[in-house]
């Protein structure tokens, strides 16, 4: 059976995912086998294996990263929020029931066999796991029942890693405060700190480092450097989302549609790859400016997003827009796209709404979910999309409902309409030299020719590593792993 390291953070978003990541894949490089593991996810941003099981990105990121194919154990419960009040509910990649919070927390207890099967299963054929946890191990409110911090911990007796956030401050307070409301058990579970996302000069907080271990009775470390690495990211809160990339004096400006309900924007991730190329996320229309291609990128309620896009302004906007350069939409945003869309089985919000009137299609969505990987190839394309036009692709389905055109009735994947396009599938552009070459055709100049994203990925997951060897000490963590 595997050893069990888990990171647990003081609050969402100091960094858990990507050092679990750099954490696997460090381990990986030294020849262990290794998996990772996070028993529930709140996530818009998922990923199909294989077998069409649905699971969070940010694991299959890990997977990667960990030399491994993605594999739905590495998390069995993912939540996708809905709305405000209520979440679909996916075990071991299969959608169960939408929940609202309250019903969610009586049900999770039934969850635990579940979970310790997927982890007892993945131990067996590994010889570390690393564990991500979520948000804050001391919610107190929250804590009965917990299977996802320090709950899991106790029940696969695994070691912890407490990482804060300097960067947003008080991380003497995050540290500190959380060890001292953690039970005695808990507490000793707790191996060492970890303080990330400090700018500038890491000796700097020299001092810190001695008085959280003072204070703290535990040891730190490490302090990693605040760096900016571009892998997938988990959830809403990702940096990314929030401040796009920003490209002074850029050959190609790509504004995407950030809706309320955003799902799986990973798909602009290859762009990232592309010199000179900027990525903004605009809310408002005008906020389009002078972009070169507008993204509708996929989301988890289409016809709620499309409401508020449209009482926006957005549906006047993509028209005249529409008329001189290209859109995409992907998955949802293919579905906004239609004439209409219908929820005759309330698996959204029910009812019915017209679309953006861009495409001639209408989808209707169902509670059946198609979950798929997806191989072949691009029909003759034309105008702004002749680059992609016969090119083979690779990538994932994951949507409720069908598109069908107008016309025939025929259910359809992929559509072009002059300067619109629109796909259900998702990481079509992480394909060879596919995102590069849409953007060469858009573009205002020539743009240099670079790394494909797979290479460009696999970059920046060795660029994570060796910061954790720089600044971790790994050494210590394997001395608590009692395997080196």
Known sequence: MAVALMIQGTMSNVGKSLITAGLCRVFAQDGYRVAPFKSQNMALNSFVTREGFEMGRAQAMQAYCAGKEPDVRMNPVLLKPVNDRGSEVIVMGEPQNVMKAKDY?????ELLPVIKEAYDSLSKENDIIVIEGAGSPVELNLKR???????????????VLLVGDVDRGGVFAQLLGTLDLLSKSERERVCGLIVNKLRGDLSLFDDGVRIIEEKGKKPVLGVLPYIHINVEDEDSLSEFLERGRRVSNSALDIAV????????????????????????????????????????????????????????????????????????????????LGTLVSDPEN???????EGFSLLPIKTILTKEKKKRQTVGRFEKLTGPFQSLSEKEFSGYE????????????????????????????????????????????????????CLSFSEYREAQHSRLSAMIRENLDIEAIYRELSVK
């Open 398 to 449: 994951i949507h409720t409902g069908r598109s069908f055109l107008l016309s025939n009735g025929d259910e359809i994947t992929t559509l072009q309409n002059g300067n619109v396009f629109g796909t259900y599938i998702h990481g079509f552009l992480d394909n060879g030299s596919l995102a590069l070459d849409l953007s060469e055709a858009l573009s205002k100049e020539p743009l240099s020719k």
């Open 257 to 336: 549609l950030k809706t309320g309900r955003i799902s799986n924007y990973t798909d602009i991730y290859p762009f990232l790859s592309i010199d000179r190329v900027s990525v903004r996320f605009i809310e408002r229309p005008e906020e389009i400016g002078d972009a070169d291609i507008i993204i509708i990128p996929g989301s988890r309620n289409t016809i709620g997003d499309l409401r508020r896009l449209k009482a926006g302004g957005f549906s006047e906007a993509l028209h005249e827009y529409s008329k001189r350069r290209p859109v995409i939409g992907i998955c949802g945003g293919l579905q906004m």
């Open 145 to 159: 029942d917990d299977i996802v911090n320090m709950g899991l911990a106790e029940l696969v007796d695994a070691k």
């Open 105 to 109: 927390l009586s049900y999770k207890k």
């Open 347 to 353: 698996t959204e919000e029910g009812g019915e709404e």
